[in-house]
């Protein structure tokens, strides 16, 4: 063999060894989540990174950052849009103005009430509204899938009875349309992160805060709040993972396909790992002392009705940013699922 084909064989070989080292030691994509770690969401996106590196041979790696060590909630959308971060496990309601669209199944109260609802409505959302995908194109992301949550029910540390006793009463919201219910019933909205809460309730920055009973355990706040009412203030669709369109457009198209696969099976997986702890949640909650009180159904009713049009606000919001029709298609859909 001569000299210069051996000299080819030890390059191409060198070649490969190189390439196979670079993609087994690929730099993992930096995940910042803005829930701790030991929420039921929480399991799901362990298990989704895991199986995403599995399944791409370890093509795509996902390293999780949890309870905004990689930045606040509010702050993901610019660290993402930044490149500071690869991927961010984040709720599009803390960005009305940005993600619109994302932001209203995330903050719209009292328009839906079961978790499966939320699971039917996003995976038509997403799959029969272009204007998603465009609206998280216009921010340097793609939505990969939304995480649930059981209802957020009015949890208080005092015993509210009716209504009117709702008047004067702090309460922890976010989004544009949470405050709006809150001051419907004679309340005062309190912006509040979730890191925040246990501190809120215990020091009195807020009477009340909306919250499932599942995160409440995870969150110790039936240590602060023993009152827990049956009106659902919010349910719909919490954070979703997003991925910067950088990283997502380096991606192969085999990876790509995977990631959305995985993605999907996620969803469905939260859907179930979420309901279950909240049945979970009321034995241990009970067992703690927390108090499940009756709010009276006219007041239920009452409060609903004394709610802003939503639905028509945001229509009319969209319409003057030219995007009415996907608007309309938006809360038509909305309608027929929660029918």
Avoid at 230 to 251: C, F, H, Q, Y
Wanted: hydrophobic residues 45%; glycine residues 8%.
């Amino acid at each position: 063999m001569s000299i210069i084909r051996k000299t080819m064989i030890v390059s191409a070989a060198a070649i490969l060894v190189a390439g196979l080292t670079t993609a087994a030691s690929a730099a993992p994509l930096r995940m910042s989540s803005q829930w701790t770690e030991n929420t039921a969401g929480a399991k799901v996106d362990k298990w989704w990174a895991s199986e995403i590196e599995k399944r791409t041979n370890g093509g795509v790696k996902i390293k999780i950052f949890w309870a905004g060590v990689l930045g606040k909630a509010k702050e993901n959308l610019g660290l993402i849009q930044q490149g500071a971060i690869e991927l961010a496990a984040m709720s599009p309601g803390y960005f009305p103005a940005e993600l619109p669209f994302h932001a209203a199944p995330n903050s719209i109260p009292m328009a839906m009430s079961r978790v499966d609802q939320a699971t039917a409505l996003m995976e038509r959302l997403l799959t029969e509204v272009p204007e998603f995908d465009m609206e998280a194109k216009r921010n340097g992301m793609k939505a990969l899938f939304m995480h649930h949550l059981n209802p957020y029910q009015l949890v208080c540390k005092d015993h509210i009875k009716s209504l009117a006793d709702m008047k004067g009463k702090k309460v922890r919201t976010w989004g544009k349309d949470m405050p709006r219910m809150v001051q419907a019933a004679g309340g005062v909205p309190v912006t509040l992160g979730l890191a925040q809460l246990y501190e809120g309730l215990s020091r009195g920055t807020v009477d009340c805060i909306p919250f499932s009973v599942d995160l409440m355990v995870n969150y110790k706040i039936y240590e602060v709040a023993k009152n827990i009412h049956d009106i659902t203030l919010w349910e719909g669709p919490t954070n979703a993972v997003w991925i910067g369109r950088k990283s997502w457009d380096s991606m192969s198209p085999a990876n790509q396909k995977i990631v959305q696969q995985v993605s999907f099976e996620a969803a469905n997986r939260d859907r179930d790992a979420v309901i279950a702890a909240g049945k979970e949640a009321i034995g241990t909650l009970k067992a703690k002392g927390v108090n499940f009180r009756k709010f009276p159904e006219a007041d239920k009713k009452a409060w609903k009705a004394a709610n802003p049009d939503f639905f028509g606000d945001f229509i009319k919001d969209q319409e003057s940013k030219g995007r009415g029709d996907a608007a309309r298609k938006t809360i038509m859909i909305w309608r027929e699922v929660v029918k």
